[in-house]
């Protein structure tokens, strides 16, 4: 199944991909690999603003690390000049989650996206991660990720 099915049969459409909000660019590549800057979960288009652990919990994070994959897929669409297909592999995804110290469930949190990315990509989603809890987050979002890929 291609990308493209897998994300019809999934019901997600792919948004536009978003302006940066300060001084960078979306992504950017180097040789076949591209580097998608961190994108913050977004809820009805504003940010998804929240902290793990005192005003969200574990599967509401995992929703909005879901939301991010989303936008990060768009935005590894726009890097690909628009054809999904050119994507060999999912390297690496960094995951941001604001919580308190207490909380201990970043890698409950990221696997919303993990999981989505291995969905539409099948073998090729299967990454390397890292999971951190942070003490704030741009715009007060619960949840930041980044994507590395490999395209062909």
């Given at each position: 199944?291609?990308?493209?099915?897998?994300?019809?049969?999934?019901?997600?459409?792919?948004?536009?991909?978003?302006a940066p909000a300060?001084?960078?660019?979306?992504?950017?590549?180097s040789g076949n690999?591209?580097?998608?800057?961190?994108?913050?979960?977004?809820?009805?288009?504003?940010?998804?603003?929240?902290?793990?652990?005192?005003?969200?919990?574990?599967?509401?994070?995992?929703?909005?690390?879901?939301?991010?994959?989303?936008?990060?897929?768009?935005?590894?669409?726009?890097?690909?000049?628009?054809?999904?297909?050119?994507?060999?592999?999912?390297?690496?995804?960094?995951?941001?989650?604001?919580?308190?110290?207490?909380?201990?469930?970043?890698?409950?949190?990221?696997?919303?996206?993990?999981?989505l990315i291995g969905?539409?990509?099948?073998?090729?989603?299967?990454?390397?991660?890292?999971?951190?809890?942070?003490?704030?987050?741009?715009?007060?979002?619960?949840?930041?990720?980044?994507?590395?890929?490999?395209?062909?």
């Open positions: 199944m291609s990308v493209y099915d897998k994300l019809k049969s999934l019901n997600i459409e792919l948004p536009a991909v978003s300060a001084a960078y660019v979306m992504y950017a590549q690999t591209v580097y998608l800057s961190g994108h913050i979960a977004k809820k009805d288009g504003k940010p998804w603003v929240g902290q793990l652990g005192k005003t969200m919990n574990t599967d509401e994070g995992k929703q909005a690390a879901r939301a991010v994959a989303i936008d990060l897929i768009a935005t590894l669409q726009a890097a690909c000049g628009g054809d999904l297909n050119r994507v060999r592999r999912i390297v690496k995804v960094m995951s941001l989650v604001n919580s308190t110290s207490e909380f201990t469930e970043q890698h409950l949190v990221t696997n919303g996206a993990s999981e969905e539409v990509f099948g073998e090729q989603g299967k990454h390397a991660r890292s999971a951190f809890g942070v003490a704030q987050i741009p715009l007060g979002a619960c949840v930041e990720i980044e994507l590395i890929a490999e395209l062909a």
